[in-house]
Structures are given as C-alpha cells and as structure tokens.
C-alpha cells in the first residue's frame, strides 16, 4: 500500500488533492514515473506501507 499525507490540506499533485490526513492506495495505483514524482514533493509526505488487516480503520482514496 502507498501512504500518502499532505503537508497543507488539498494539495494537488498527479491530478489527486491530497488531503492533511493518511490516505492508503493500492500500489499499482499510480506509474512507477507517478511514484516517483509524488516521493519527490516536499508537499508530500509518501510511505510504503503492508495492508492493514481488514476492519483495522482502513482509509481509501476518495473518502
């Protein structure tokens, strides 16, 4: 999974706004060149996470 949490709520990079709280991705949601280029944001706080176990408070995209 792909932990992504912005530094200042709604931040928009690779067409997503990113809000201020941890949003879990699946990891082929984005490119490889995508990946890199939110990694590289300093906007971005973006971590590799394992899958949190089912009904363990899991956030989804677009929540």
Known sequence: ?????SKRDGFRRCGIE???RPV???NDRFSPEELARLKSEPMLVVDEV???EKGKGRSKAGE
């Open 1 to 5: 999974m792909i932990r992504i949490v």
């Open 18 to 20: 990113h809000p201020s």
């Open 24 to 26: 879990l991705y699946p």
């Open 50 to 52: 394992d899958e949190p």
